[in-house]
């Protein structure tokens, strides 16, 4: 293999890296111009932009995908000791929140071909503590939510979707994120929307919305927002003992214009998708499946298996001459039974969950930022078939 690097060192392919444009930075600096860098009327009116994309009446922004998931779980009601069954391919803030708000997270393994949890083991684990489903639209792939829904109603349980992958994506022409009590959403920097940090819930009740959005703000009564507003001040009561979860107008400011280049964004991730088929079709590595039919795939990340009995390398040494080519690359994710807090606290063992398993020891993310140019696409290309090629 050539020692010249595909790119250079200082030319360094940043995984993940947003696509950020003039009309937000724009945003931002008006945010910081008026002096309400707070939760204000910014924050209020990417709520009603991302609520009319999803096609629902309400949408609590928030500080995190991680806190949209935490004060879903608490809005549910759980008792402590209640089951969440969820997926054992996930990010840790999943599996960290059902622990947060005092219930058991219970692992499924998922199907292999999706990677998303398996609605047949999902009714396995239900018992009578059982609660809730937390499915993980993994990747941007809609889950079975025809069967998920189908065992929420039969077994009386909520169903919270962690869609922090899956802003666009659709099943049976159905947004996700709607199918459930809650839909979470994060804008990290590598999402599909980012704000820097970020989240958004969608509940299907009214009441929870509102409790979601006194809970993100200390637990103070409505509007606690508004009490240095130039309606002169205003008092708050604490009804509830909540958390500092609530976005900020600067973050909200960079929203806005994400989420009117969403669709464009979209299409750039779908044709820079199909282009990594087509060229890794002669290589010896698993490409992620086509999406099922009547689904729309939210494209967030293109995700590769290296089987070392395939490819003569493991996926640690491929990461590694990824990195040597100066290409981000990125792990999504360990199955969550490989940490070990969780296999102190619940006893979980890797092998237990063996699809899980064998796809966070095998898998790899390529970048699929709308940011990439042509000429990034095709470095990353270059550089696994150099790095197969010559395994
Ligand atoms: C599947 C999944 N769930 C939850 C989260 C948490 O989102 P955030 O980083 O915005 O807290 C993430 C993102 O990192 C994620 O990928």
Redesign the pocket.
């Known amino acids: 293999m050539s020692d010249t690097p595909i790119r250079s060192k200082d030319n360094f392919l940043i995984f993940g890296s947003p696509a950020i444009e003039e009309a937000e930075i724009q945003e931002v600096a008006s945010s910081m111009r008026s002096g309400w860098l707070g939760t204000g009327p910014k924050v209020a009116q990417f709520e009603r932009d991302f609520a009319a994309y999803k096609r629902v009446q309400n949408a609590v922004a928030v500080n995190?995908?991680?806190?949209a998931?935490h004060l879903s779980l608490l809005a549910a009601g759980l008792n402590p000791g209640e089951e969440v069954i969820t997926t054992a391919l996930?990010?840790c803030?999943?599996i960290n929140a059902i622990i947060h708000a005092g219930a058991k997270p219970v692992l499924v393994d998922v199907e292999p071909e999706t990677m998303n949890i398996d609605p047949a083991q999902v009714e396995a684990r239900i018992t009578s503590r059982t609660r809730a489903i937390l499915p993980?639209h993994f990747a941007g792939r809609p889950c079975n939510m025809d069967e998920l829904c189908r065992i929420a109603e039969q077994n009386n349980l909520m169903i919270i979707e962690?869609c922090?992958?899956a802003i666009e994506a659709e099943y049976k022409g159905q947004k996700v994120g709607t199918f459930g009590d809650f839909g979470c959403f994060?804008?990290?920097v590598t999402?599909n929307i980012v704000t820097g940090?970020?989240?958004m819930v969608l509940a299907r009740h009214e009441e929870d919305s509102a409790r979601i959005k006194m809970l993100a703000l200390h637990g103070m009564s409505k509007d606690a927002w508004k009490r240095f507003s130039d309606e002169g001040y205003k008092h708050y009561y604490v009804v509830e003992c909540g958390f500092k979860y609530n976005m900020m107008d600067i973050q909200a400011a960079i929203g806005i214009h994400q989420l009117q280049r969403v669709e464009k964004n979209w299409q750039r991730r779908q044709r820079i998708w199909q282009t990594y088929n087509e060229a890794f079709s002669a290589l010896p590595i698993s490409r992620p499946n086509d999406p099922e039919n009547a689904t729309r795939h939210a494209y967030h990340l293109y995700t590769i298996l290296v089987d070392k009995q395939k490819t003569g390398m493991n996926r640690d040494e491929f990461l590694d001459a990824m990195t040597a080519q100066n290409i981000g690359v990125g792990v999504h994710y360990l199955s969550v039974p490989e940490h070990p807090y969780y296999q102190k606290t619940f006893g979980w063992k890797p092998h237990d969950y063996p699809n899980a398993m064998t796809i966070g020891r095998q898998t790899v993310s390529l970048p699929l930022s709308a940011k990439l140019t042509e000429d990034d696409v095709l470095d990353v290309i270059r550089s696994a078939k150099r790095i197969f090629m010559s395994s």
């Not at 995190?64 to 806190?67: E, F, I, K, L, N």
């Open positions: 995190s995908g991680t806190a998931l996930t990010f803030a999943t993980v962690d922090a992958h994060s804008f990290y999402k940090e970020g989240g």
